[in-house]
């Protein structure tokens, strides 16, 4: 179905198999997403985006919960099924309801909304937005 | 500069002034922005948009902090300058920190990123994120 | 300030100024806008858009007025400074008043808005909309 | 299939069973759409959506079908399947020909198509275009 | 599934007949491809379009290769599901190895990312990257 | 005018320092562009977003004009106005010509309008396109 194979544990290079060790550890799961398997048709890919999602994901000034939830809202707004699907997942892993995503996405498509009404009136910036 | 006339408290209709006057009673603040401005010559617009703003972006299960971040996500998403300056603004007026601020766009951006990865390897959802 | 320099008449070659006469000839106009003066450099360009938004715009089964709103409401979908203020314009120079500008953004802003919550949601296409 | 189960009628409170009433009273159906089912799972974007949608989408300055070509347009714009979808069969419901939603798409393409020139070669907008 | 119904040669006009017998003999294949049968359901789009991708796609400055992996790297970033297959198989018929697509994968999905923290912080352009 | 300050080398931590270093070195230039100075306010963005570009961007399958052109279409197509100067400018530095610049941007505003016509008219994917 992919314009690429995915790519099996039993299949992949040393290298690879590295990295789906390390998701796997990680992520105290018995296997990789089809993602990872697709990324690694391009090992320095598949390196350098789990390294960037583990780095980014982890909890920081945000926490976790809140940072899968600003995913799924930046993934329904490019339309990624794939994205919106499995950052879902991942948002009610940490702890999302129902009534949670309907907030995000009640925000989400309401920015939608609101870019697009700035946009078509060219509103100029408030001075009071820019900084000195 | 906008493609309409920015439309002004003393030269508003009587309907466009309540809800300006609807807006800086519920922000305590003494004028409006540009974007109301430029809706104002729309009134049903005007209306609709503040009103659905006004319900969205309240407390509810989210935090309006974390709605606003969500904001900034998307409009950075979208490239639309208005909402991006406003919405950041409004995000640090609820406080948010420049640090909170470098994980929204280093999440945001990281989403649109792997977003064009799914897309570009058209990888197929894993069963186990499809609801029955 | 654009990356490209603007391609005055006086500096055309032979076969920009062709183009540049009919787009003066076509709308009745004594100069064209810096968007062909950009398309300039680089005429097979610059001839198959024109020929392209000549034959498109044309009275067909949809009036001219109707083409430019649909024109208006896509720009502002993809945050095109330009062609916003642009085909704002065309638009009104063809009749539309402030009161059906306010109804395309207000659509354009609305099906944006929608578009969110079909993709955050995931919904599946109702079977009667499929075609057999 | 969709990130949340779709709410039949069955099974719906009374706040969105007294939703999908008016749709299906206003609308003359005896069923709403998926898109209905699925925003059910939050009942005041139900409302919202609904109330935006009907009031909107209502004969004013332009048209019922002149609106959905426009809605037609920005989600084909944004690759909103579902959208894509229900809105062509809406808009052919209004009256819409083969030969009218070939002209929406050419224009819609094309304006995807200057859009992206215009940005990328980063054309100054002519100051005829500006309002004073 | 399609919207339209795909037009088959046999079902054809003569206008869309010397379209299809065009785009098999200068691709020399023996059919033509879905999006075709698609377009051919307005026969001034599908003449108008297939003209363009034969001009624009040719070799010139760039060679076919370099076209297809920009082609394959724009569908990607707009989502778009069909554009994305056909032209990853466009490219790999002109020689694109898996190792090339990894990279024209590896930088759009870059490119989206700074887009993304460029607009967020709105960075100003610097002088130097502007003509004078 | 950035939501930001800008944060020059003068200002900077030792751990901005070390990075504005690296790309001073790398680039064989005496200064770093406002985006680095920008990002400068989250560091860890600041290194991770520099580490990917100096490897993403280098020499591999693809020569790195390629990767440049490709960079532009994707900016273009994105209406990022920062990155489509940035990448234009580092694009002719690696030997772009305008006529070569034309070529990018034809061919990434034709399939920014064929993923439209595909996506207006929801073409279904041909089956040889798909990987078994």
């Known amino acids: 179905m992919s314009v690429v194979s995915l790519i099996e544990y039993a299949d992949a290079s040393a290298e690879v198999r590295a990295v789906f060790d390390d998701i796997m550890t990680t992520r105290k799961v018995d296997s990789v997403n089809n993602f990872w398997k697709a990324l690694a048709n391009h090992p320095a890919t598949l390196r350098q985006v789990w390294e960037e999602v583990k780095a980014v994901m982890a909890p920081g000034a945000l926490d976790p919960l809140v940072k899968e939830m600003i995913y799924v809202a930046v993934s329904a ?6 994205c919106t699907y499995s950052h879902t997942a991942g948002a009610r892993a ?7 995503l309907g907030e995000v996405l009640a925000v989400a498509s309401l920015a939608n909304k609101t870019n697009r009404l700035a946009n078509g009136y060219r ?10």
Chains 1, 2, 3, 4, 5, 6 share one sequence.
């Open 123 to 132: 509103v100029p910036v408030d001075e009071q937005f820019r900084r000195s």
């Open 77 to 82: 707004t490019n339309g990624c099924e794939y």
């Open 94 to 100: 940490k702890g999302m309801t129902e009534e949670m």
